[in-house]
Every structure is written in structure tokens, then in C-alpha cells.
């Protein structure tokens, strides 16, 4: 899909560098999907502690 952002060249010179993307797209694609992933995990340790996940270690060990 192609769209048209306007970033600036100064922030993508340098996310290119430190990330090693060959082109523009594969480092907005690598962004995106680390910003998603950040997002998504911050959303499960919210859950910490509140589900019951009604298993054991001993359960666990006989499967």
C-alpha cells in the first residue's frame, strides 16, 4: 500500500542506522510492528495477577 508521510529525513537517517533497514518501508514496517507489540504487552501485564489460570506445577509436569 502506498502512502505518503511526511517524517523527517534527520529521524529516518538515524532510525535507519541504528536499526540496519535497508529501505524506508522496511524500517516503518519493523516500527510499526514493535510499537504493536509494545502496546500489546503493556495491555497483558495490566492483567498480572487477575487471571486465574487454575493450574499447578505438578499438573503441568504430568502432562
Given at each position: 500500500?502506498r ?7 534527520k ?5 535507519m ?17 514493535e ?29
Open positions: 500500500m502512502t505518503t508521510l511526511e517524517i523527517p529525513e529521524l529516518i537517517k538515524e532510525a542506522e541504528l536499526t540496519g533497514a535497508k529501505t524506508k518501508s522496511q524500517l516503518i514496517k519493523e516500527a510499526l510492528e510499537q504493536i507489540g509494545r502496546i500489546k504487552r503493556k495491555r497483558l501485564i495490566t492483567h498480572k495477577g487477575t487471571i486465574d489460570l487454575d493450574i499447578d506445577l505438578d499438573s503441568l509436569r504430568n502432562r
